[in-house]
Antibody, heavy 122, light 106 residues
Framework: EVHLLESGGNLVQPGGSLRLSCAVSGFTFSSYGMSWVRQAPGKGLEWVSAISGSGGSTYYADSVKGRFTISRDNSKNTLYLQMNSLRVEDTAVYYC???????????????WGPGTLVTVSS | IVLTQSPATLSLSPGERATLSCRASQSVTRYLVWYQQRPGQAPRLLIYDASNRATGIPARFSGSGSGTDFTLTISSLEPEDFAVYYCQHRSSWPLTFGGGTKVEIK
């Protein structure tokens, strides 16, 4: 059974940094691209970033480009999101999400973690 | 690519048919995905590539469309279907989601 579990969410001041992790199990992690999706309180879904199975290709939403960095450690079955220069508008629940098909352009998300809350406030 | 969902809210009774729309600002061919999100839960994949039902999704959910106009239809609403629905494209980077349609009980 596939499991995704995010961690690292916290309260941080504007301008601060935070690193989120997503520990996975139940599938061959290195074969799948992975993604982060966020949801501000009471708002809709916003795609944030994605990474290929090898880690060689990364993609970002314009709203986070230059501030966030996605990475992965396939030996630890863990996905990361390094968030720098955080803004109030980055406050959201951050989900890691897994496509249903191994590496390729099959970016629809079958499995999701429960999410971790990031609050940016002074 | 901007995805515009309409209506923002749909008020219907159990057993009624729901028709949700997602319009793309440019063609996404058939690379359009639908999710359902219930309060306090992560999204659930319903439909991928416009019309393919995901594993375990009941047949009352169907998707159609191509290019810029897409529709999610729920043929007869069950109590558990009252939720928020999002579309997402996978046509190009960056991926984007629509703003959502809330299906509420009338």
């Amino acid at each position: 059974e596939v499991h995704l579990l995010e961690s690292g969410g916290n309260l941080v001041q504007p301008g601060g940094s935070l690193r989120l992790s997503c520990a996975v199990s139940g599938f061959t992690f290195s074969s799948y691209g992975m993604s982060w999706v966020r949801q501000a309180p009471g708002k809709g879904l916003e795609w944030v970033s994605a990474i290929s199975g090898s880690g060689g290709s990364t993609y970002y939403a314009d709203s986070v480009k230059g501030r966030f960095t996605i990475s992965r450690d396939n030996s630890k079955n863990t996905l990361y999101l390094q968030m720098n220069s955080l803004r109030v508008e980055d406050t959201a629940v951050y989900y890691c999400a897994k496509p249903g098909v191994p590496d390729g352009d099959y970016w629809w998300f079958v499995e999701w973690g429960p999410g971790t809350l990031v609050t940016v406030s002074s | 690519i901007v995805l515009t969902q309409s209506p923002a809210t749909l008020s219907l009774s159990p057993g009624e048919r729901a028709t949700l729309s997602c319009r793309a600002s440019q063609s996404v061919t058939r690379y359009l995905v639908w999710y359902q999100q219930r309060p306090g839960q992560a999204p659930r994949l319903l439909i991928y590539d416009a019309s393919n039902r995901a594993t375990g999704i009941p047949a009352r959910f169907s998707g159609s469309g191509s290019g810029t106009d897409f529709t999610l239809t729920i043929s007869s609403l069950e109590p558990e279907d009252f939720a928020v629905y999002y579309c997402q494209h996978r046509s190009s980077w960056p991926l984007t989601f629509g703003g959502g349609t809330k299906v509420e009980i009338k």
